[in-house]
T-cell receptor
Framework: NAGVTQTPKFQVLKTGQSMTLQCAQDMNHEYMSWYRQDPGMGLRLIHYSVGAGITDQGEVPNGYNVSRSTTEDFPLRLLSAAPSQTSVYFC????????????FGPGTRLLVL | AQKITQTQPGMFVQEKEAVTLDCTYDTSDPSYGLFWYKQPSSGEMIFLIYQGSYDQQNATEGRYSLNFQKARKSANLVISASQLGDSAMYFCAMREPSYGQNFVFGPGTRLSVLP
């Protein structure tokens, strides 16, 4: 049982490049989400999904796309990287319901030059 | 308006002493969950403790307890007998139905345990 996995762990991009951050979970959780973490700002929700084929925007969705073709996978796509997207990105999953905690992946540190 | 407020950017505590990390929240949902996470310098997010809005008793998990005051909308984390390994960032978070079951996080408190 691997929990939530993310790849890569670290990435350097040039402005304008695109890339996909991978996220997978093996706990059969319906809910998955992507956050970015910036100093002094906690975690901010980018996109989330409540099941395969269903995605929605969070607090800071601009510049990012997601899809959810399977329960297990929830990739995050940066369409045209900008220095403002330099951050640490976390993927998380949980069961549905206000009592259910989220389980986090190890994070991806992204640097956009 | 911020839904989760953590007013202590940084805290110091002596080893073996207890420390309280503050968290206040804002919601109009009657049913919600409150969570605390620990983030050590290695970066991973570790779930510590949960409190439900309808729970009559304060949650406890080992050395962690939650001082839940519903009327004041506060959910303070108490760490007893601090250890050097408790030095980390601590985040308070809330999950509520009106926010699509999403989590909202506070800005965090950095705790430093002194030997």
């Amino acid at each position: 049982n691997a929990g939530v996995t993310q790849t890569p762990k670290f990435q350097v991009l040039k402005t304008g490049q695109s890339m996909t951050l991978q996220c997978a979970q093996d706990m059969n959780h319906e809910y998955m989400s992507w956050y970015r973490q910036d100093p002094g700002m906690g975690l901010r929700l980018i996109h989330y999904s409540v099941g395969a084929g269903i995605t929605d925007q969070g607090e800071v969705p601009n510049g990012y796309n997601v899809s959810r073709s399977t329960t297990e996978d929830f990739p995050l796509r940066l369409l045209s990287a900008a220095p403002s997207q330099t951050s640490v990105y976390f993927c998380a999953s949980s069961r549905q319901g206000p009592k259910e905690t989220q389980y986090f992946g190890p994070g991806t540190r992204l640097l956009v030059l | 308006a911020q839904k989760i407020t953590q007013t202590q950017p940084g805290m110091f505590v002596q080893e073996k002493e207890a420390v309280t990390l503050d968290c206040t929240y804002d919601t109009s949902d009657p049913s919600y969950g409150l969570f605390w996470y620990k983030q050590p310098s290695s970066g991973e997010m570790i779930f510590l403790i949960y409190q439900g809005s309808y729970d009559q008793q304060n949650a406890t998990e080992g050395r962690y307890s939650l001082n839940f005051q519903k009327a004041r909308k506060s959910a303070n984390l108490v760490i007893s007998a601090s250890q050097l390994g408790d030095s980390a960032m601590y985040f308070c978070a809330m999950r509520e139905p009106s926010y699509g079951q999403n989590f909202v996080f506070g800005p965090g408190t950095r705790l430093s345990v002194l030997p």
